[in-house]
């Protein structure tokens, strides 16, 4: 059975961190593509970052680049999302995603992932 299970969302204050987690099991992470989306309310689900499955092709959303950095640990079949100075425009709920077989040229569209954790909201005051 495949899950993946989003954890590490909270309230934090303008510019401070958090890094979001998304454990894997029933499958491997490492030959995989994995996305982060998030969802604010009245919005359709975004691209935030996503790495393809050789890792040789990494989008960030224009929002995210230099503050946002997605990663992937093997040897815990875990993906992150490091999110650095945070600001209100960042509250949303953020999701994982991942999927083997979604090819590069779609490895920002929601609709390319079968595999979804389930959630986890972040709130930045400002």
């Known amino acids: 059975d495949v899950q993946l299970q989003a954890s590490g969302g909270g309230l934090v204050q303008a510019g401070g961190s958090l890094r979001l987690s998304c454990a894997a099991s029933?499958?491997?992470?490492?030959?995989?593509?994995i996305g982060w989306f998030r969802q604010a309310p009245g919005q359709e689900r975004a691209p935030v970052a996503c790495?393809?499955?050789?890792?040789?092709?990494?989008y960030y959303a224009d929002s995210a680049k230099g503050r946002f950095t997605v990663s992937r640990d093997n040897a815990k079949n875990t993906a992150y999302l490091q999110m650095n100075s945070l600001n209100p425009e960042d509250t949303a709920v953020y999701y994982c995603a991942a999927d083997r077989n979604v090819i590069v040229s779609a490895v920002r569209s929601p609709r390319a992932y079968d595999h979804w954790g389930q959630g986890t909201q972040v709130t930045v005051s400002s």
């Open positions: 790495i393809s499955s050789s890792d040789d092709t990494i």
């Open positions: 029933g499958f491997a992470l490492d030959d995989v593509a």
